[in-house]
């Protein structure tokens, strides 16, 4: 769904990058973006690469 705040393992605030990290992907790889943006730890660092953005095909369904 939405990209979460903090690292679920060390609870290090990450949200703030996210988009910064889409931006820097366009360009380069994934592991460059990451090391750009310093990200260091491999917890943190498999919330950015295994994320997948799903809320634009959610919000296509009613609530019921």
């Known amino acids: 769904m939405e990209f979460p705040v903090r690292c679920f393992s060390c609870g290090t605030v990450v949200g703030h990058l996210y988009e910064k990290y889409k931006e820097i992907c366009k360009t380069k790889t994934p592991e ?6 310093d990200v260091s730890r491999y917890c943190c660092r498999r919330m ?3 994320h997948v953005d799903i809320l634009g095909q959610v919000t296509r369904y009613p609530r019921i």
């Open 32 to 37: 460059e973006a990451l090391d750009e943006l």
């Open 48 to 50: 950015f690469v295994s």
